[in-house]
């Protein structure tokens, strides 16, 4: 009973963000270069995630956000990302119609079969998007091959195809701004990640492991 009352308070305690001693003495915190690290695999493993925008000032939603599911794929050493635009999506247009071509892009591990989602990590990407209209047929390439590595089933849609539905442009996502969520904050981090750690993580991506910690909040009885 102690047991589970001290879990719930600990769940809530988490879910707000706060810190407190683990129940068990062996467990450690997640660290900032660890979620740099595991963020970026997040980001590589993971080949959906929710683009954030907002309704530029022409609409009658000025202001306004919008959110939903786009595809990305990391081309990128220092964590930029690769995207494909259409002009017939929603989110192309508040991105194309506002002028600093803000968007968050946020990452989150499945859920299904876990006790607890709210103790999977997640990251939001916050940056701006530039089109890439002016790039040679060798940079559209090396930008295809990679994409289509990651979304084999874009090949319909590629930007220059012209058996293509749409219209399509590449573009890429800079990254100026972090906020990772690595589950429940006692044995996870929460908050910002510089975006040069993050930049410089790219090398350790390569081994692909997740790096935590064998014991995770969602294994306990709450
Ligand atoms: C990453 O590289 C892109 C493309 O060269 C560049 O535009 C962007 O500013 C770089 N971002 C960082 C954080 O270095
Ligand atoms: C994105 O932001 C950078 C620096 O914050 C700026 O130099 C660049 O012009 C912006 N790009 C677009 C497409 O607005």
Redesign the pocket.
Do not use: E, K, L, M
């Given at each position: 009973m102690l047991v589970k009352s001290l879990s719930i308070l600990l769940t809530l305690t988490s879910v707000l963000g706060l810190t407190l001693p683990s129940l068990d003495p062996s467990s450690r915190r997640e660290t900032l270069a660890e979620a740099a690290h595991n963020a970026r695999v997040l980001v590589k493993d993971l080949k959906t995630g929710t683009m954030a925008s907002v309704y530029p000032d022409s609409t009658d939603f000025a202001g306004r956000p919008f959110a939903m599911m786009e595809y990305h794929a990391p081309c990128?050493?220092?964590?930029?990302l690769t995207l494909i635009l259409m002009p017939i999506s929603r989110s192309t247009q508040n991105i194309f119609q506002n002028p600093g071509h803000h968007v968050a892009y946020t990452v989150s591990m499945p859920t299904e079969g876990v006790r607890s989602p709210m103790s999977r990590g997640r990251v939001a990407l916050m940056g701006n998007v530039?089109t890439l209209r002016d790039i040679s047929t060798s940079q559209a390439e090396k930008l295809s091959k990679c994409y289509t590595s990651y979304h084999p089933d874009s090949k319909y849609w590629l930007p220059g195809n012209e058996d293509s539905p749409h219209t399509s442009y590449w573009a890429?996502l800079?990254?100026?701004r972090i906020y990772y969520v690595g589950g429940f904050g006692d044995v996870h981090y929460i908050g910002p990640i510089p975006?040069?750690l993050?930049?410089k993580s790219e090398h350790e991506v390569h081994d692909e492991e997740y790096k935590f910690l064998e014991k995770d909040l969602d294994q306990m009885v709450f």
């Open positions: 990128y050493s220092n964590g930029s530039t890429r800079d990254i100026d975006v040069d993050y930049a």
